[in-house]
């Protein structure tokens, strides 16, 4: 709890100061056809949330040789973020920097540990973990489209492993969960207000960083003996981020709209969840909620693999999947 706060209170005392220096230098979000904000908006509001995680940790000496590989990793993901609001970097360089950082994570021993340790199984485990970790990293970009959506995830997201690590006693997982829970409720009100527009975005400095930051703490935490529930339960936490990633990946091939990686990793556009349930519903802020209780609900599934057994797991991996068919065909439907 005094992490929490301590990192709340940061965060919401240091973004109006983030917000005069956007403005100051002219880091503003212009409005775009693949964009849904109607007004200049400051970007560079990921440093706030950035100065205030780590700041939390530091001054607690929460620091280990694997933490310590997290924090570098997302330092080098705000910087480079930071670059890009200020000067729209390639995305190919963006990829190369969440590489490096990947590299700097499975370095210090996070790592996904699904096959036998041998050279091989090393390999694999070491692709699997740099997939995940680019995986929910761009995913979260991506949610970054609507006021209060990604920072509104990353809460449901840190707190569920938050609440995991409790329940499993895991002191270094409750400890980062609470200082990134603190971090987005401190940035919360300017990014989510209840009238008007938000004051401020988190720019990729700030998505790209959480989206990190969530994956690699999921790859650290010790989630349970047997390899299903293991791999279930973080799957089921970021299930919203995994569902997405994938629809729009397989619609965007389908349709031609992409047809090579490189084409994958420029792509941009309006055809996310959220955007598709915006223009089924009428509204964003109604969409961004639907969004919230999906997460929710599948992290809720996963709270409940704690003390489940191989076929518990399954079964609430199978409910997940038939989750986002239902979602699909319904959403395809009210949208045609």
Same mark, same amino acid.
């Given at each position: 709890?005094? &992490?929490?706060?301590?990192?709340? *209170?940061?965060?919401? /005392?240091?973004?109006?100061?983030?917000?005069?220096?956007?403005?100051?230098?002219?880091?503003?979000?212009? @409005?775009?056809?693949?964009?849904?904000?109607?007004?200049?908006?400051?970007?560079?509001?990921?440093?706030?949330?950035?100065?205030?995680?780590?700041?939390?940790?530091?001054?607690?000496?929460?620091?280990?040789?694997?933490?310590?590989?997290?924090?570098?990793?997302?330092?080098?993901?705000?910087?480079?973020?930071?670059?890009?609001?200020?000067?729209?970097? @390639?995305?190919?360089?963006? *990829?190369?920097?969440?590489?490096?950082?990947?590299?700097?994570?499975?370095?210090?021993?996070?790592?996904?540990?699904?096959?036998?340790?041998?050279?091989?199984?090393?390999?694999?485990?070491?692709?699997?973990?740099?997939?995940?970790?680019?995986?929910?990293?761009?995913?979260?970009?991506?949610?970054?489209?609507?006021?209060?959506?990604?920072? /509104?995830?990353?809460?449901?997201?840190?707190?569920?492993?938050?609440?995991?690590?409790?329940?499993?006693?895991?002191?270094?997982?409750?400890?980062?969960?609470?200082?990134?829970?603190?971090?987005?409720?401190?940035?919360? @009100?300017?990014?989510?207000?209840?009238?008007?527009?938000?004051?401020?975005?988190?720019?990729?400095?700030?998505? %790209?960083?959480?989206?990190?930051?969530?994956?690699? *703490?999921?790859?650290?935490?010790?989630?349970?003996?047997?390899?299903?529930?293991?791999? /279930?339960? @973080?799957?089921?936490?970021?299930?919203?981020?995994?569902?997405?990633? %994938?629809?729009?990946?397989?619609?965007?091939?389908? %349709?031609?709209?992409?047809?090579?990686?490189?084409?994958?990793?420029?792509?941009?556009?309006?055809?996310?969840?959220?955007?598709? *349930?915006?223009?089924?519903?009428?509204?964003?802020?109604?969409?961004?909620?639907?969004?919230?209780?999906?997460?929710?609900?599948?992290?809720?599934?996963?709270?409940?693999?704690?003390?489940?057994? %191989?076929?518990?797991?399954? &079964?609430?991996?199978?409910?997940?999947?038939?989750?986002?068919?239902?979602?699909?065909?319904?959403?395809?439907?009210?949208?045609?």
């Amino acid at each position: 709890m005094y &992490i929490l706060i301590v990192s709340s *209170l940061i965060a919401f /005392g240091l973004t109006p100061l983030v917000i005069r220096l956007a403005h100051a230098f002219d880091v503003l979000d212009v @409005p775009a056809s693949r964009k849904v904000h109607s007004a200049p908006t400051p970007l560079l509001g990921g440093l706030a949330i950035y100065a205030a995680f780590t700041t939390a940790i530091l001054a607690n000496s929460i620091l280990d040789r694997q933490v310590s590989a997290i924090l570098i990793g997302g330092s080098l993901l705000v910087i480079v973020g930071i670059l890009d609001d200020i000067l729209n970097v @390639p995305a190919i360089v963006k *990829l190369v920097a969440q590489l490096v950082a990947a590299a700097i994570v499975i370095g210090s021993g996070v790592a996904i540990t699904l096959f036998p340790r041998f050279w091989f199984g090393n390999f694999v485990d070491a692709i699997l973990t740099i997939i995940w970790l680019l995986g929910i990293t761009n995913a979260m970009n991506f949610f970054d489209g609507m006021d209060g959506l990604a920072i /509104g995830l990353s809460i449901v997201s840190a707190s569920f492993l938050g609440l995991f690590a409790f329940l499993s006693f895991q002191p270094f997982l409750g400890w980062f969960s609470a200082a990134l829970v603190g971090s987005c409720l401190g940035f919360l @009100p300017f990014n989510f207000r209840r009238k008007g527009p938000a004051l401020v975005f988190l720019g990729d400095a700030g998505s %790209t960083f959480l989206g990190f930051t969530l994956a690699a *703490l999921a790859v650290k935490g010790e989630w349970a003996e047997n390899n299903i529930v293991d791999i /279930g339960a @973080p799957v089921l936490i970021f299930w919203v981020f995994i569902y997405d990633m %994938t629809y729009i990946t397989v619609s965007r091939i389908l %349709t031609g709209k992409v047809r090579s990686f490189r084409d994958w990793i420029a792509y941009v556009g309006r055809d996310h969840l959220h955007h598709r *349930l915006a223009s089924l519903l009428g509204s964003k802020r109604q969409a961004v909620f639907l969004v919230f209780l999906f997460a929710v609900c599948t992290g809720l599934a996963a709270i409940a693999l704690v003390h489940a057994s %191989t076929m518990e797991a399954v &079964i609430l991996i199978l409910q997940a999947v038939v989750i986002v068919i239902i979602f699909s065909i319904l959403e395809h439907a009210g949208n045609r």
